[in-house]
Nanobody, 122 residues
Framework: QVQLVESGGGLVQPGGSLRLSCTAS????????TAWFRQAPGKEREFVAR????????NYADSVKGRFTISRDNAKNTVYLRMNSLKPEDTAVYYC???????????????WGQGTQVTVSS
């Protein structure tokens, strides 16, 4: 079993940047496909990005492609989400998730963090 803890959220102005961290304990994070999701008030949770277990290939939602980058530091057992050119519509609680064999991009994640709030506002 793996425990996930997100950090790095906060308040940022439009056009600004943040880097979220998802630190794992209990297991090696590179064992899992790891993804970021977000949920805005009144909306369903949506897939943001994921990184695969072995090849570290990445996938992104169209809404963040070119602005967000997911990466992994195996030595720190941490997955990051670098967010640039932030927009007000990026405001949401961001969650880290991990799974051995997710289905598609957004289904089948077994472990979730508690979330970190990102607010983009002037």
């Amino acid at each position: 079993q793996v425990q996930l803890v997100e950090s790095g959220g906060g308040l940022v102005q439009p056009g600004g940047s943040l880097r979220l961290s998802c630190t794992a304990s209990g297991r090696t994070i590179s064992t899992y496909v790891t993804a970021w999701f977000r949920q805005a008030p009144g909306k369903e949770r949506e897939f943001v990005a994921r990184i695969s277990r072995i090849s570290s290939s990445t996938n992104y939602a169209d809404s963040v492609k070119g602005r967000f980058t997911i990466s992994r530091d195996n030595a720190k057992n941490t997955v990051y989400l670098r967010m640039n050119s932030l927009k007000p519509e990026d405001t949401a609680v961001y969650y880290c998730a991990a799974g051995l064999a997710p289905r598609g991009y957004s289904q089948g994640y077994d472990y979730w963090g508690q979330g970190t709030q990102v607010t983009v506002s002037s």
